[in-house]
Nanobody, 124 residues
Framework: QVQLVESGGGLVQAGGSLRLSCAAS????????MGWFRQAPGKEREFVAA????????FYADSVNGRFTISRDNGKKTVYLQMNSLQPEDTAVYYC?????????????????WGQGTQVTVSS
C-alpha cells in the first residue's frame, strides 16, 4: 500500500515556476515507478512525467519536455516536479501516482495509487 499527498500547487504568472512535491507513505515507495499526471476542466487526464525507482529511466510528455523536471528522493519518500516557464495551458489539477507492477509507463491506467491532486493555475 502507498499513500500519496501532493503539495506545492498555486497561482503563478506565465513564465513563472512552481515545484510540486508528493510525499509517500508505505514500504514499497522505493521500488515504485512514480508519475505525474494532470487534468484540466473538460479534458481527459494527461501524462506529464514519470520516473523509475532509481531514476534511471525518465519520460516526459512532449508538451512539458525541456520545461519540467521530475526527480525523487527515496530516503525522503518524496517525488518532485519542478515546473519552469509555465504557460496558461499548464493550468490543471496535478496528480501524483505510484505503480509497483509495470516498467515506467505513460498510461494512467497502469498506476495503482493516486494522490488527491493539487491545483496549478497559470495566469496570462
Amino acid at each position: 500500500q502507498v499513500q500519496l499527498v501532493e503539495s506545492g500547487g498555486g497561482l503563478v504568472q506565465a513564465g513563472g515556476s512552481l515545484r510540486l512535491s508528493c510525499a509517500a507513505s508505505g514500504r514499497t515507495f522505493s521500488r515504485a515507478v512514480m508519475g505525474w499526471f494532470r487534468q484540466a476542466p473538460g479534458k481527459e487526464r494527461e501524462f506529464v512525467a514519470a520516473i523509475s525507482w532509481n531514476g534511471g529511466a525518465i519520460f516526459y510528455a512532449d508538451s512539458v519536455n525541456g520545461r519540467f523536471t521530475i526527480s525523487r528522493d527515496n530516503g525522503k519518500k518524496t517525488v518532485y516536479l519542478q515546473m519552469n516557464s509555465l504557460q496558461p495551458e499548464d493550468t490543471a489539477v496535478y496528480y501524483c501516482a505510484a505503480d509497483g507492477s509495470h516498467p515506467v509507463s505513460r498510461r494512467w491506467d497502469e498506476y495503482d495509487y493516486w494522490g488527491q491532486g493539487t491545483q496549478v493555475t497559470v495566469s496570462s
